[in-house]
């Protein structure tokens, strides 16, 4: 008798991979001070730290990608546990700046992968909407990860825990997502999927495609510049940096798992267009807010970024499906290399604005919350640039939807 696909153990196990990325980001965002601390870093070293965590991804997200159908899901994911259980035990022994790039490294492949086998499997095990609602709740716990691992790191690091107890805390949801996929069946894949490599690459050289490519790269840092900093830049802001993430990804989290009514009311397009906008306000307002304020402006913030990453994917899915799972693959991969090319830039900027500071005599705290203020009004062009972009974008898809209806009615 042939085996069942248990698609809820399916589920929670992408679940609890996708917690384990959203672990990696938050835990070191937490403790990224710390290990500059500890081991005499820039903040800039300390970028491209950070990079080797989002170009890990986008390595293995590609490849995993063109080999989705041959290698398997299972497999994918089995690499995935290697990589993470690597970048854990590497980064928790690291010697200095060059062992904690390798080990990030690590940590970032292990996160690709975990996208690389889970956007199309639940694209595969779930139809029309309930697709939708079940890639936004998969969604979802990334920023309720991040939200669970930022009060985590907040509590040990107030507590007295060590940097390496932190990273230990990583192997828990490692473990619970190996367990829970080990002996499963896994769904095949739809047609549009099981397209050939030719048909794939074709699709992602159509102009929906490369505008959704180009975005993602933007949206991606918009949302990841600022989290990923949080706990350099906003140190002296008169707010805790870490519950300055943990409000921004918690209400994440609560807008992704209620997606559907918000997409349903403003579309695909109208979706990305608000979160440029609001974005853009809330990275403005984190630039010049201190004390209680830098909360509300978190609050903006979050409702901008919280749906430009499933919106983006979902638009990718939908718009070129035969793109299939190497264009999901693709379309996140560039969204997390944009966000390693942009680390150490960013690195770069606080290093700069700390200088520019320290020469117009500024010292301290108050050095560092100039800094970081600066280091954030340059990050909101980000935004800025995306509202113009997905303008463009509403009214494009407009007009083309427009001419398929009118080309439909003439040959009715």
Not at 45 to 62: H, R, T
Request: hydrophobic share 50%.
């Amino acid at each position: 008798m042939e085996k069942q696909i248990n698609k809820s153990a399916l589920f929670n196990g992408s679940c609890f991979a996708i917690i384990t990325t959203a672990f990696s980001f938050s835990i070191r965002a937490g403790i990224l001070p710390i290990l500059g601390d500890k081991f005499g870093l820039t903040a800039e070293q300390l970028g491209f730290i950070n990079s080797m965590w989002f170009l890990g991804f986008p390595i293995s997200m590609v490849i995993g990608g063109l080999i989705y159908h041959s290698f398997g899901p299972a497999n994918i994911m089995r690499v995935a546990f290697v990589a993470h259980t690597l970048g854990i035990i590497l980064t928790i022994y690291a010697g200095g700046y060059s062992s904690l790039l390798l080990s990030t490294l690590f940590i970032g492949f292990g996160n690709g992968c975990t996208e690389a086998a889970c956007n199309p499997m639940i694209a595969d095990a779930y139809e029309g909407k309930k697709m939708n609602k079940m890639m936004n709740r998969f969604h979802m716990w990334f920023p309720g990860g991040i939200f669970l691992g930022s009060l985590i790191s907040k509590f040990m690091t107030d507590f007295g825990f060590s940097w390496q107890s932190q990273m230990w805390l990583l192997m828990i949801p490692t473990i619970i997502y190996a367990i829970l996929f080990y002996g499963q069946k896994f769904p095949k894949p739809h047609k549009a999927e099981s397209t050939s490599l030719t048909q794939n690459l074709r699709a992602m050289f159509s102009p929906t495609f490369l505008f959704l490519f180009f975005c993602m790269a933007l949206t991606a840092i918009s949302e990841f510049g600022p989290q990923q900093w949080v706990g350099l830049i906003m140190s002296n802001s008169g707010a805790s940096p870490m519950l300055i993430l943990a409000l921004v990804t918690g209400l994440m989290a609560v807008g992704r798992f209620f997606a559907g009514p918000v997409i349903n009311k403003l579309g695909q397009t109208g979706v990305l267009l608000s979160s440029a906008i609001f974005a853009s306000i809330g990275i403005y307002l984190l630039s010049v807010a201190t004390g209680p304020f830098v909360y509300l402006a978190a609050v903006i913030f979050a409702i901008g970024v919280c749906y430009f990453w499933p919106t983006m994917v979902g638009a990718a899915a939908q718009r070129v499906p035969l793109s299939g799972a190497l264009g999901l693959s693709v379309i996140g991969g560039v969204g997390m290399l944009s966000t390693s090319i942009f680390q150490p830039i960013i690195g770069r900027w606080i290093d700069q604005a700390r200088a520019e500071k320290a020469a117009e005599g500024f010292t301290g705290s108050n050095l560092e919350l100039l800094a970081g203020q600066q280091t954030l009004s340059q990050m909101v062009i980000f935004p800025v640039i995306l509202i113009g972009l997905f303008i463009f974008f509403i009214i494009w898809q407009g007009k083309k939807k427009k001419a398929a209806l009118q080309d439909e009615l003439a040959t009715s």
